[in-house]
């Protein structure tokens, strides 16, 4: 059955595949479902460390003198 998405061939090292392989039994699914998932998960938290370094940055530079208070902003 063709599929409208993209397609990616990856090459992996035995006991990563296996890893995954017994993932994907483990939940039930395809190994490419399971690799999905985890490249979905992997993805989430380079941007949970993306944003809190931003955030971190942002806490740095912050001066409550220059700050505009809640009556200010609504």
């Not at 017994?22 to 460390?49: F, T």
């Amino acid at each position: 059955m063709p599929t409208k998405n993209p397609r990616i061939n990856v090459v992996l090292e035995k006991p990563l595949y296996e890893e995954v392989a017994r993932l994907a039994k483990q939940d039930g699914i395809s190994l490419s479902l399971e690799v999905r998932d985890i490249i979905k998960e992997a993805l989430e938290i380079k941007e949970d460390k993306c944003l809190t370094a931003f955030a971190e940055s942002r806490e740095r530079t912050f001066s409550k003198t220059k700050a505009l208070s809640h009556e200010e902003v609504w």
